[in-house]
């Protein structure tokens, strides 16, 4: 075996072995009693949607695109400008914290400043997507050839020189990656409807909720009809057409009297630390830690562990149902319908239609999870497998795909697997807004309670882990040398 089919197995067996030992720790008890006549339900639904839903949902599919746009118009500007600076460790940290905070934290913040506005919607996605844009421009930046750099002189600011050489020689990896973010701020503005804006995700949760089978079912077919589509209407010639038709459609904002700088400066901090008594404070957030961090953190750590290898169980399990390589014009595309579903929809609506089928446990968090990400990862592989060059005399049918495309493909995959765990993570924290018991549970308790210090230190407890959990992650991709 080969050095690098070494590093490989061991990587690969230590996430599972890890896995494994998180099972006994796993609620994956299903409380329903029969969730097959649900299904069925949930299917007569698809097969009838209720098209007359359509005309009043319209203006909840038109903020939903409205919130998404904006949000990564205004997030790409900004990530711009801190690639630019990306060298500074001040810039670098900036990043990291904004965006190891999930959107729907983000929207909870704001939301007790701004209130269910407009401001509250936009910032909640703009804010974590401006220091993922910083970081992914940055690395975009890095990869381009240096000649035209060195052309320059030594006293042209960063600036001149992102302006001249670096942007035009990555123009079209940066709107490819801007695009995708674009798909991507499309699921998040979809499910800041479940706190309360007015986007698809505020009737999607009713619909479920009411048994409403006919209008969700419309909703998700709009979704997935707007995500498969992107490629057609999202053109650079039509940008400034729908940047006004956006401002247009947002939604009206109640007036707001709460203070964000009493909110920063004295709602999120406990009593005791605003009134000087250190020792209180120290105490107050030892109770925390022990009593409500550290087993809410657990519970996080245990749910993505486990849907992270079932994402990469599926995701090889799934891509080559999509692979041209594999299957003629007609499997393929059916390979790539259900990989658009399932990477098309949000974890959140994943987990909550789980959750009314099979109970309040870790059993339908962990398999929204899986679905989502091993759909994404299994789309992302089905096209990689569409350049590679086979032999004349390469196997057919299994042997293909088990002796030719997968070891082929396994480098970029456990690489893409890495690059999602930070991201499986920081849903793993949010799904607890659906009462799994994850670090997203207590702070939506909290919030409800309005114990904003609480929520607060919670959420700077899921940033923490989701920064650490990236570290790890781009430390295993170094050390195993993972192809990006």
Not at 58 to 81: D, K, S
Request: hydrophobic fraction near 55%; proline fraction near 4%; glycine fraction near 6%.
């Amino acid at each position: 075996m080969t050095n690098s089919g070494q590093r490989y197995t061991r990587l690969t067996f230590g996430l599972v072995a890890l896995a494994i030992l998180c099972l006994p720790l796993a609620d994956l008890e299903i409380f329903a009693v029969e969730p097959w006549i649900e299904l069925k339900r949930m299917a007569l639904g698809f097969v009838h949607p209720d098209m007359q839903a359509f005309r009043y949902l319209l203006p909840a599919l038109g903020q939903t695109v409205a919130f998404a746009f904006l949000a990564v118009a205004g997030a790409a500007l900004i990530g711009l400008l801190a690639s630019i600076f990306f060298h500074w460790r001040i810039i670098r940290l900036l990043c990291a914290a904004t965006r190891a905070v999930h959107e729907l934290f983000w929207g909870l913040l704001f939301m007790q400043v701004f209130g269910l506005s407009a401001t509250t919607g936009l910032l909640a996605i703009l804010v974590p997507f401006a220091g993922t844009f910083g970081k992914m421009f940055a690395e975009i930046f890095e990869q381009q050839s240096t000649a035209s750099h060195r052309s320059t002189s030594v006293r042209t600011d960063r600036i001149s020189l992102a302006a001249y050489t670096w942007v035009p020689q990555s123009w079209p990896a940066l709107v490819s990656y801007t695009r995708y973010r674009f798909e991507c701020a499309l699921r998040s503005s979809t499910i800041l409807g479940f706190i309360g804006l007015p986007t698809l995700g505020f009737y999607l949760e009713t619909a479920f909720s009411q048994g409403n089978y006919g209008e969700s079912a419309l909703l998700l077919i709009v979704f997935y009809l707007l995500i498969a589509s992107i490629r057609w209407w999202m053109q650079q010639r039509l940008l400034l057409v729908y940047l006004v038709a956006a401002i247009l459609l947002m939604p009206d904002s109640p007036s707001t009297h709460a203070s964000l700088w009493t909110f920063l400066s004295q709602d999120i901090w406990p009593q005791a630390l605003r009134a000087g008594e250190w020792s209180a404070a120290a105490s107050w957030y030892q109770q925390q830690l022990f009593s409500v961090a550290l087993p809410a953190t657990v519970n996080t750590l245990v749910l993505s562990q486990i849907a992270l290898v079932g994402s990469g169980a599926l995701a090889l399990l799934m891509y080559g149902f999509a692979s041209p390589k594999l299957f003629s014009a007609t499997g393929y595309r059916l390979g790539h319908l259900v990989l658009l579903i399932l990477r098309s929809t949000p974890e959140m609506v994943l987990a909550f239609v789980l959750l009314l089928l099979l109970g309040p446990s870790m059993l339908p968090a962990i398999t929204a999870l899986s679905l989502h990400n091993g759909g994404l990862i299994g789309y992302l592989l089905a096209k990689q497998s569409e350049t590679l060059k086979l032999r004349p005399d390469a196997p057919k049918g299994l042997n293909l795909f088990g002796y030719e495309l997968t070891p082929r493909l396994y480098s970029h995959f456990l690489s893409l697997l890495l690059y999602r765990w930070e991201v499986i993570m920081r849903e793993s924290a949010i799904l607890g807004i659906l009462g799994v018991t994850s670090l997203g549970f207590y702070i939506d308790s909290a919030f409800e309670d309005i114990r904003y210090d609480r929520a607060a230190f919670l959420i700077a407890i899921a940033a923490l882990l989701n920064i650490g959990v990236d570290a790890l992650s781009r430390r295993l991709r170094s050390l195993g040398h993972l192809s990006s």
